[in-house]
Antibody, heavy 119, light 108 residues
Framework: EVQLLESGGGLVQPGGSLRLSCAASKFTFSSYAMSWVRQSPRKGLEWVSTISDNGRTTYYADSVKGRFTISRDNSYDTLYLQMGSLRVEDTAVYYC????????????WGQGTLVTVSS | SYELTQPPSVSVSPGQTARITCSGDALPKQYAYWYQQKPGQAPVLVIYKDSKRASGIPERFSGSSSGTTITLTISGVQAEDEADYYCQSADSGGINVVFGGGTKVTVL
């Protein structure tokens, strides 16, 4: 069964930075695009970013463009999200997800890591 | 910015049929997906590419599309189907991915 394990969440001050990681296993990581999706407390899902299987193409939501960077290391089956200039409204559970269908259909999700932006 | 519109809530008695709609101008051009999320859990893919049931999903779940509206239908609702359901698609250019606001399904 596909496994996705996020890490790196925590408490950070506004304006600060944080890097999330997602360790993938039990599938051929380098063959699939990957996404980050977040969920603010008691709110809905928000797509954050997607990266192609080879890492050459990236897409971002307008809300994070210019502040967040998605990347991957196919040698280590790991997905990353570098977050900078963090704002209170970035507080959320961040999920990594495997894109298994089409360009954005996520067939497997991790359990999420909580990022709290607060002074 | 592009938006997908879902009703906030749907209530249904056990054994009845629940229908959840999702509306968006680009839905005729872009595939849609449906996810189920229970409290404290990660989302689970239910329907992909408008109408295909994901692996392990019971047959009572089905998806359909008509113009700018897609529909998730749960036939013979069971108590375990109580959850939040989200649609997902992209704008006409296929660059910006969006989720609907979510629909809470309550089994009475």
């Amino acid at each position: 069964e596909v496994q996705l394990l996020e890490s790196g969440g925590g408490l950070v001050q506004p304006g600060g930075s944080l890097r999330l990681s997602c360790a993938a296993s039990k599938f051929t990581f380098s063959s699939y695009a990957m996404s980050w999706v977040r969920q603010s407390p008691r709110k809905g899902l928000e797509w954050v970013s997607t990266i192609s299987d080879n890492g050459r193409t990236t897409y971002y939501a307008d809300s994070v463009k210019g502040r967040f960077t998605i990347s991957r290391d196919n040698s280590y089956d790991t997905l990353y999200l570098q977050m900078g200039s963090l704002r209170v409204e970035d507080t959320a559970v961040y999920y990594c997800a495997k894109v298994g269908y089409g360009d954005y259909g996520c067939d497997y999700w991790g359990q999420g890591t909580l990022v709290t932006v607060s002074s | 910015s592009y938006e997908l519109t879902q009703p906030p809530s749907v209530s249904v008695s056990p054994g009845q049929t629940a229908r959840i709609t999702c509306s968006g101008d680009a839905l005729p051009k872009q595939y849609a997906y449906w996810y189920q999320q229970k409290p404290g859990q990660a989302p689970v893919l239910v329907i992909y590419k408008d109408s295909k049931r994901a692996s392990g999903i019971p047959e009572r779940f089905s998806g359909s599309s008509s113009g700018t509206t897609i529909t998730l239908t749960i036939s013979g609702v069971q108590a375990e189907d109580e959850a939040d359901y989200y649609c997902q698609s992209a704008d006409s250019g296929g660059i910006n991915v969006v989720f609907g606001g979510g629909t809470k399904v309550t089994v009475l």
